[in-house]
Nanobody
Framework: QVQLVESGGGLVQAGGSLRLSCTAS????????MGWFRQAPGKEREFVAG????????SYSDSVKGRFTISRDNAKNTVYLQMNSLKPEDTAVYYC??????????????????WGQGTQVTVSS
């Protein structure tokens, strides 16, 4: 099991940017596919972005494609989510997740085994 801690959330105006970090401990993340999810009040948790073990492959939800960028630094045991051109509808708690599942980048919450506690992102209009 890997422990994950997110940071970098906060309040930002529409059009602004934030960078979220997810720092892991307990195990090296180089063995894990990593993902970012978000959950708004009253809504289900949804996939935002995923990145392969080496960082060579990434995937994004249609709602964030072109605005968000996921990256990782395995030497620092950290995954990042750069969020640009933020919109009020991006407001949610953002979660980092890890999985050892092989194959294509998973995009469903139940495919991930380890989760962080989440960090709040609020975008004002």
């Amino acid at each position: 099991q890997v422990q994950l801690v997110e940071s970098g959330g906060g309040l930002v105006q529409a059009g602004g940017s934030l960078r979220l970090s997810c720092t892991a401990s307990g195990r090296t993340i180089s063995r894990y596919v990593m993902g970012w999810f978000r959950q708004a009040p009253g809504k289900e948790r949804e996939f935002v972005a995923g990145i392969s073990r080496s960082g060579g492959s990434t995937s994004y939800s249609d709602s964030v494609k072109g605005r968000f960028t996921i990256s990782r630094d395995n030497a620092k045991n950290t995954v990042y989510l750069q969020m640009n051109s933020l919109k009020p509808e991006d407001t949610a708690v953002y979660y980092c997740a890890a999985t050892l599942q092989p194959g294509a980048l998973p995009a469903r919450p139940h495919e991930y085994n380890d989760w962080g506690q989440g960090t709040q992102v609020t975008v004002s209009s």
